[in-house]
């Protein structure tokens, strides 16, 4: 419910940009200043002016997207997850392509303040960026990894070779990357997306709350897949990671992988 609120009210804001140009015309000379800091965003949310003219790098997830010639006008949500603090974006562009639901990486400037008044008759406030830069980008590209640690060790059962080649700690995530690989000559199902981390003793299921693409379960005969398995963030130390299938014939097949970090 909260989605399709917000859904309606981005509706209203983009028609009233494209008619009315927002907080100015984007023929403005802006001239990029200071980046904004993380510890200003609260401020800079709450108070969209006093940043005029500064630098705003972010990425975002794109909510409504309207066109008026080159000029693309998206609104997105800086905060991905809880679909908060709504952002007005002008970029300019004939080439790219943004649909709802993408996530975006935005280089721009802070323009000022837009407002608006969504379908409730409510006013809508938000920040309005000029674009440098729009790129559309995966969800792994969306929530950054603050380390990274390069594994690369595989594991072969059976027919079955399955590489573990890195693992990320994001700012609320542990990113577990697999490669699976079927050498058999009929199908095998694999479920790493059922597998689990152990570290100290204590078990951490998966929690793929961001949507990353992954794998199907079933692997064809000679096929190669992909994918990422994420799980509530455990402490940046040495982790075991678990997971299970099986061949056509049933066989178990059974993968642990120690991770010394």
Known sequence: MKKLMITISIIAIMLTICACGGSGSSNDALTK??????????????????????????????????????????????????????????????????????????????????????????????????????????????????????????????????????????????????????NNSSEISMYPDQGVIIQDGNQYEVNDRYRYDFMQSDIKAGCTVRGVVAFDKVDERSLSFEFSGSDTDYNSLDFRFDIEI
């Open 33 to 182: 200043g200071d980046p904004i800091s993380k510890d200003e965003i609260q401020d800079l949310y709450s108070s969209p002016s006093d940043f005029k003219g500064r630098g705003f790098d972010f990425t975002a997830k794109v909510i409504s997207v309207e066109k008026d010639g080159d000029t693309l006008y998206i609104q997105a949500m800086y905060d991905k997850e809880n679909y908060e603090k709504n952002t007005i974006i002008e970029y300019v562009s004939e080439e790219i392509n943004v649909d709802n639901d993408d996530f975006i990486k935005v280089s721009g400037v802070v323009k000022g303040e837009f407002k608006g008044e969504n379908a409730l008759g409510g006013t809508v406030t938000a920040p309005h960026i000029v674009a440098e830069s729009v790129e559309v980008v995966d969800a792994v590209d969306a929530y950054p990894a603050e380390a990274t640690y390069e594994v690369n060790k595989s594991i072969t059962k059976g027919s079955c070779e399955v590489t573990l080649t890195k693992v990320d700690f994001t700012e609320d995530e542990t990113r577990v990357f697999v490669t699976i690989k079927n």
